[in-house]
């Protein structure tokens, strides 16, 4: 007695009774990940420039304000601005939304040229040499009325990259490469 096996084509269309159609949601609707808006501010503490915008609105980055985003949080000292990687952004309102915050994030260092990376990785061990603020996948950050453990706390759980904490200087680090703490 020899068995025979459908083929694929041939179970798929067997399927296709009634019950596939059971399955199947009469009105298809968005992803709940494609809609909505996300909105950041930026103070930048070294400049006194502000930006604010939705930078993502149903699923669509807004160029122009990532544009702005950009340009608020570039490199102060050589006046040079970089796109920074959207995923820090998302990493960014993740953590306000973890932490219940309206506040607009205080900038220390956005965007760094190598030039001025070099330059302050001359005079402090505390930068490395090749900074994902070059990238554009970095910033210092501080909230107003946020304790700066509880915000450290808080970037570490969310687990989408690098986070360091400098109590005595103010801000945490934020990054988008590799899930590591120090």
Request: charge should be positive.
């Amino acid at each position: 007695m020899s068995l025979v096996c459908p083929t694929r084509r041939q179970l798929l269309l067997g399927l296709s009774g009634v019950a596939m159609f059971s399955v199947i949601p009469s009105k298809v609707q968005a992803s709940r990940s494609t809609t909505g808006v996300r909105s950041l501010g930026f103070n930048n503490l070294h400049t006194g420039e502000r930006g604010f915008g939705s930078y993502w609105i149903d699923g669509n980055y807004q160029e122009k304000t990532l544009s702005e985003f950009s340009h608020t949080l570039r490199d102060h000292r050589r006046n040079e601005s970089a796109p920074m990687d959207k995923r820090l952004y998302d990493l960014l309102f993740k953590l306000k939304l973890s932490l219940n915050v309206e506040e607009d994030f205080n900038v220390i260092s956005g965007y760094r040229s190598p030039k001025t990376n070099a330059m302050l990785a001359s005079k402090s061990n505390g930068v490395a040499k090749k900074s994902y603020h070059m990238k554009g996948m970095a910033m210092d950050i501080a909230l107003p009325n946020v304790n700066l453990s509880d915000l450290r706390d808080a970037a570490i759980e969310l687990k989408l990259g690098g986070v360091g904490y400098y109590p005595r200087s103010g801000f945490i680090h934020v990054d988008t490469g590799p899930v590591r703490t120090w």
